[in-house]
């Protein structure tokens, strides 16, 4: 299917583009999902796929959140999606570079800021995917199914002890 040539608007109220991820979104703070909306979604779209990921960690690109199956029509993500490997919905989380299933929030070493960009995906299919898979698995079985996508950038720097403990 070919991809939308107009960008889903991917927003939330914490955090603009570019700019810092609140500390309560962090492993400094509560580690809670940020809340997410979107719009400019394409019609045709079955379900939608959601993944957070930091490519400035240390040994690469480290994923911090895997979530897929959410309803087509969904609109937001509240702020703490609990870690569950299915939710009330019908989505689906995998596991993140911890390991764990859900939300692994930011938490960078010392040093530069980090990048960690959340990417909605629309798709035509909904998958089936058991819970529990990683980002790569969730990447190929996507292939060809995306409709769209948006992105939201925000960036975190390690301001206390208590980050740095996970790999970004």
Known sequence: MPMSDNPIQLVSPAFTH?????VEHTCEGQDISPPLSWTGVPVERRSLALVCDDPDAPRGTWVHWVLYNLPGESVELSPGIPALPELPSGAR?????????GYNGPCPPAGKP???????YAL??????PHGVT??????????????QGTL???YQRGSEAAGRRGG
């Not at 995998?94 to 390991?99: A, K, L, T």
Request: aromatic share 6%; glycine share 12%; proline share 2%.
């Open 114 to 120: 980090h990048r960690y960009y959340f990417r909605l």
């Open 124 to 129: 035509d299919i909904l998958l089936t995917l």
């Open 135 to 148: 980002k790569q698995e969730l990447e190929q079985a996507m292939a060809d199914h995306i409709l769209g």
């Open 18 to 22: 570019g700019t810092v991820i609140p």
């Open 93 to 101: 989380q995998g596991r993140n570079d911890s390991g764990e299933i």
């Open 153 to 155: 950038m925000g960036v």
